[in-house]
């Protein structure tokens, strides 16, 4: 009956797991369907880095703005170009997911096939030789291997937005052009400022201008785009797969048709689910036709992307924020104080906002003080409406103040709508003074502050490029008050506004309820598994040791028997047949009895151990931000060095190998070189780990060797294998 326990158990195991993989590769041939319904971007097998299951991949998107002539000028067409270039890192041992858009200016040597090579803007590498072309270029340039290519059209990118159901978002400022007949051909926008909501048309008017505005601006604004949509849409993705695989297959093409391609970039978002955006700056020399970029910035914006993705420093964001706030400092004084760069708001802004608060159902809150910059220039003030998504009208405002002179604009704003997409899931709360705020960050910067007041919701939103400092961003939020009754007309304001603003230390992220439960399952599990171990082993000792009694009896019995029979001792002969039938089924009983619960014992730790790896599997990659941990198959640790001259090839490596868990240690570059290829060398004892090591570098062909002594006399180490790139 145990083996019948334990072989039933066993079969629904099995069979839920059989269930569980046909639904997993069902969805994943859903999805390869669904991306078959454009063509597949076909690139040589020398331009895309192959993939390994796990291991992190790097994406490269671009926006194809390929566009006929207008109506009324024939010749104002515009030819394949990329007019967005943008990396997407997914890696499964880093807290955050990397973005680096590549500045489409960046003046670069394009070398087209046949032909000689051009320095031209990097974006016209797309033009002289597509998506080939343009990775080509991307992988010399920076220095990056890309696994997967995904090209979108602006007629395909409108379509997607509005089958989406359109995205809310903040427009920083107001964009207007309108190309002249006989001119040079911008992309067209007219859009309003404020939070709204963006559909096709409008959406790709925002992602696509690149008219009066820098490559950081332009690439900021597409980035903020995306992150939007993933905040609006992330959580009802799964829900909701079918709807945008088709989306998502009808909008971009790809080289990714393949099902295992499929499934190693499906399992890695699922171990990356729930972890934050990181934008990662590209900083370029702004020149007036094109941009420029030293080795310096390029290694620097390169190195960022890869692992520069680590979770934030508490104590270093605590210290750059906290500053005492000394007691009994009137209003005026405390705004007095210098170092944020605020200065007092311009009269003529809040006579303006005076004259439109009556108008409002709600308090015009004003802020009282401005970036220096913006205080010398004239804010702009918006009433409008905004449409829920259940298609209620709700009256909103909008303050837009210039931070800096490369236009990076930051928004106030309240409205009467309570709970806007904007505003869900804070990263945290904070009680100051009479408020309580909510407080949203991307990376160590705060994007959005926001407090409820009076039966509406107000914020302080900061610029694309996240240029307002935290303090800075609060000092704002503070000194933004109502302009009837907060702040009498004709009042003194200061000429510079600061004040030691106190940002409460930052918080960190509270378990989830799924994260809590599945880490009291997995341990209850545990504990009950060990019990239920010893008393079965208990239970089984003790068998045993009946079982060695009863024999040893039995044979006893066996050897007495006849010497009493003979001596005539009465009840010693042959027992009766009823008795011995008694006995027997007394002794089966009990063997039966003691069978059974050594069954249900089994069973129950089979269920228990189940439970156990449930609640580890809610602890595993994908159900935290910080990641799962490595397991170490090897035990000898690998160093990895660079000798190709290349930045960040032996970070590259070094993923892959901790993707294959591998435990590496040094990372760094040398400059004794073992000639061009990879080389995996190992200590005397290590050749099955040195093996593993190259099986996992196999699409480099590595060479396994014995090290030698003039390579550990430059490594400085003879307890680890060492993989050199030459």
Known sequence: MAKRFLLGALGVI????????TIALDEVDKLVQALGQTRAVKLSSAVLAPTTRGAPETLLLVGNDQRPPPKGNPYGFVPPHSNEMLLVRIDPSKP????????????????????????????????????????????????????????????????????MGCVYMTVDRRYYHVNEPGGEQYFEINLQPGYQRLCGTQALEFVASRHEDTSLTRDARDQRFLLEVKAQYGASLFENRDKFERILGRAVETDLHGSSQVLDLLELLVAAQGRPVRQVPFHVNLLPTYDTASAKQIHEAVGSFLSGTASISNNRLNRALHAP???????????????????????????QARAMAPDLPLALEYPRVASTYGAASPEALRRYDVRDQRGYLHPIYAVVVNSAPQGQFYDVQGTTWKNPPLLGHPSQTARIGSRTYGLFYTGDQIRVIAWREGGAVYWVQNTLTDSVGPRQMLAIAEETQPVLGGIPAGAHLPSASERNFTLPPRAVAAASATTEIGSLLAFASLVALALLGWVVLSRERQLRLLRAQVAAAVALEAHQRPLLAAAGVPGLQQPPPQRAAAAGRRARRRVSRRSRNLALGAVAAGAIAALAVLGVRLLAPGASSSGGRVVNHASVAVAVFNATGHPGVAHQIAGTLRAGRIRVGRIGNITASLGPGAFVLYPQGAHAEAARVAQLLGALSPT????????????????EIVVVLG
């Open 14 to 21: 099995v069979l839920a797991g059989g269930a569980t993989a």
């Open 704 to 719: 396994l060797a014995p090290i030698q002594p003039q390579v550990q006399s430059v490594i400085g180490r003879r307890d």
């Open 325 to 351: 706030r000394p007691p009994h400092r009137s209003h005026a004084r405390r705004a007095s104080s210098p170092g944020l760069g605020l200065s007092a708001t311009p009269a003529p802004s809040l006579s």
């Open 96 to 163: 955050t997911i990397s973005m680096l858009s590549i500045p489409r200016e960046l003046r670069v040597t394009i070398r087209p096939p046949g032909a000689a090579p051009v320095v031209n803007r990097i974006n016209a590498a797309y033009t002289f030789g597509g998506i080939q072309l343009m990775t080509e270029t991307i992988k010399r340039v920076l220095g990056l291997s890309v696994n997967h290519v995904f090209v979108v059209t602006f007629p395909k990118f409108k379509r997607a937005v509005n089958e």
